[in-house]
């Protein structure tokens, strides 16, 4: 984003606008807690701004200040499409390419509003007025920070702002340990906790509030962790039928995949989720190094995301898509052991 780009923006912002914060499908950490943090700072500019969510997102992201007013499409599609109809901005976070909105997608190509995209995310589309990007980024928090920074608000930045950020960039650094966590990402987190971030409630309400039954679909998965040597890597799968078992919820199989990764000479791990009433296979793909799981996932599973951490889907059944999972490793077996 350049300076041209913000002094416009800054133009933009100087009077009340119509503003919608949209995010991904199946919302993390990072998505509402970058959508939320500009709710907060863009409300008190003294727009009018609603936040749209594709979907329902995990029990442990529904204590962050404001999420009371989000608003879901596919639940509320009259009043989710309303606003975003009417809107004269839309700033489309946590992610670049509209069909990443799943049901979202046509109202948002359909949308005359201008359009502003903050994400960190490889290969974005061109569909916006202006684009920050950048792939360096620890999270779109970070960037929602350096935003509202070129902006020269951060004296705006409250409590609430501050908590929503800190949300962010916890989750999407695996509370800071991945190698997209530079000093400067540390000199933000030092700001948030300054501003009035709680860090050790934010951990708490993420991480430490477990259910049995969540803790006991950890057991299973573990028990269906394969390991392949040959290739350095492992992965985990977890049927409809198990997940029905352990009385499963939203957010329930969050961090599993970490598990397999964290195993001794393991440097790709992958985790596949039966979805019969999608009728497909979630795939979660996580990696070590420079190996480049992104770029497996927009190959193999029409998905994509970062180098290390990366999404997709499968239209096979879970035992087909395991088949083609392992098909495929003997032609990525030199990257995987020069990690």
């Not at 979907?55 to 007013?69: A, I, Q, S, T």
């Not at 109809?85 to 390419?97: E, G, K, R, S, Y």
């Not at 039966?274 to 009728?279: A, F, T, W």
Request: hydrophobic share 40%; proline share 2%; aromatic share 10%.
């Amino acid at each position: 984003m350049t300076n041209h780009d913000i002094k416009d923006i800054k133009a933009l912002l100087s009077s009340s606008k119509k503003i919608v914060i949209v995010t991904h499908k199946n919302p993390d950490g990072d998505a509402i807690g970058s959508s939320l943090a500009l709710f907060h700072y863009l409300t008190k500019l003294n727009h009018l701004v609603t936040v749209v969510t594709p979907n329902d997102y995990p029990n442990f992201l529904k204590w962050v200040p404001g999420e009371d007013l989000i608003l879901k499409f596919d639940l509320q599609n009259d009043q989710s499409s309303k606003a975003i109809m009417q809107a004269d901005i839309i700033f489309t976070l946590d992610f670049n390419a509209f069909h990443r909105a799943g049901d979202m997608e046509q109202i948002l190509n359909t949308s005359s509003a201008l359009k502003i995209m903050i994400d960190h995310h490889q290969q974005p589309d061109g569909y916006a007025k202006y684009t920050y990007s950048d792939v360096s980024m620890s999270s779109t928090c970070e960037m929602i920070y350096n935003f509202i920074e070129m902006l020269d608000d951060c004296n705006l930045i409250d409590s609430n702002i501050a908590t929503a950020i800190y949300l962010g960039i916890m989750t999407d650094t695996g509370s800071f340990r991945f190698n997209s966590t530079t000093s400067r990402t540390h000199q933000v987190i030092a700001n948030l906790i300054d501003k009035g971030a709680d860090n050790t409630f934010i951990h708490n309400q993420v991480y430490d509030t477990n259910s049995y039954n969540r803790l006991q679909l950890l057991g299973c998965a573990l028990s269906n962790l394969k390991i392949l040597p040959e290739f350095r890597a492992a992965y985990i799968t977890l049927t409809q039928a198990e997940l029905q078992n352990f009385d499963y919820k939203k957010g329930d199989t969050e961090g599993f995949v970490n598990y397999a990764l964290s195993l001794e000479n393991v440097v790709l791990a992958a985790i596949f989720i039966e979805d019969l009433q999608q009728g497909i296979i979630k795939i979660s793909l996580r990696s070590k190094g420079d190996f480049s799981v992104n770029l497996m996932s927009r190959h193999h599973f029409n998905g994509g995301g970062h180098t290390n951490a990366a999404g997709g889907k499968s239209d096979l059944n879970i035992s087909e898509t395991v088949e083609k999972f392992i098909s495929i490793l003997p032609q990525y077996k030199a990257a995987l052991h020069e990690v």
